[in-house]
T-cell receptor, first 115, second 119 residues
Framework: GENVEQHPSTLSVQEGDSAVIKCTYS??????FPWYKQELGKGPQLIID?????GEKKDQRIAVTLNKTAKHFSLHITETQPEDSAVYFC??????????????FGTGTRLTIIP | DTEVTQTPKHLVMGMTNKKSLKCEQH?????MYWYKQKAKKPPELMFV???????INESVPSRFSPECPNSSLLNLHLHALQPEDSALYLC??????????????????FGEGSRLTVL
């Protein structure tokens, strides 16, 4: 099955600086890579996603890059703000043996923005 | 309406109790999911329903019993749980692959979760 690794597990960044979180995946058939933000006591919320036929996608201060050859993708947050503090999960979607879609999550990164 | 609503938000139960977690969405999604999340860990898939039929069971113990009464509702029935089953249980939904157009990636929408404590 799919295996998604995520680094770093914790990241502290000065407010206004950039933050980068990296993930690798194992299944070359994975075709969709979302990033979720989870605040304390809440469910994960999608912040950006990218399909396997695209190399980069940007939405205001957030961008995601995908390198299919190397099987890795990254989240970039620029001009970080205190409200960016949360746990971030990357994920990869694959098709299971029975044709069902399955989302496998990375282990998470706790991002802390220092005012 | 882009919400997945879960009830209750908190549940405390004994090992001999029977309880249920409920999930509701009105986005027309025909794929619904149950995930389990332990503290400081990623969500782990438990069950997937496609068009109200169970399509994935990730070898979950039988003390967890899912049910999808209709296209908007998903239940998780709990019986004879163990303390190690204490966790945040997340419901999610998405458009089924057959219903997606070129602009629809099949985003997974999560509820806020039900925090379960088993004594």
């Amino acid at each position: 099955g799919e295996n998604v690794e995520q680094h770093p597990s914790t990241l502290s960044v000065q407010e206004g600086d950039s933050a980068v979180i990296k993930c690798t995946y194992s299944d070359s058939a994975s075709n969709y890579f979302p990033w979720y933000k989870q605040e304390l006591g809440k469910g994960p919320q999608l912040i950006i996603d990218i399909r396997s036929n695209v190399g980069e996608k940007k939405d205001q201060r957030i961008a995601v890059t995908l390198n299919k050859t190397a099987k890795h993708f990254s989240l970039h947050i620029t001009e970080t703000q205190p409200e960016d503090s949360a746990v971030y999960f990357c994920a990869a979607r694959t098709i299971s043996n029975f044709g069902n879609e399955k989302l496998t999550f990375g282990t998470g990164t706790r991002l802390t923005i220092i005012p | 309406d882009t919400e997945v609503t879960q009830t209750p938000k908190h549940l405390v139960m004994g090992m001999t109790n029977k309880k249920s977690l409920k999930c509701e969405q009105h986005m027309g999604h025909r794929a619904m999911y149950w995930y389990k999340q332990k503290a400081k860990k990623p969500p782990e898939l438990m069950f997937v329903y496609s068009y109200e039929k169970l399509s994935i069971n990730e070898s979950v113990p039988s003390r967890f019993s899912p049910e999808c009464p209709n296209s908007s509702l998903l239940n998780l029935h709990l019986h004879a749980l163990q303390p190690e089953d204490s966790a945040l249980y997340l419901c999610a939904s998405s458009h089924h692959t057959e219903r997606r157009g070129p602009m629809n990636t099949g985003e997974l929408f999560f509820g806020e979760g039900s925090r379960l404590t088993v004594l």
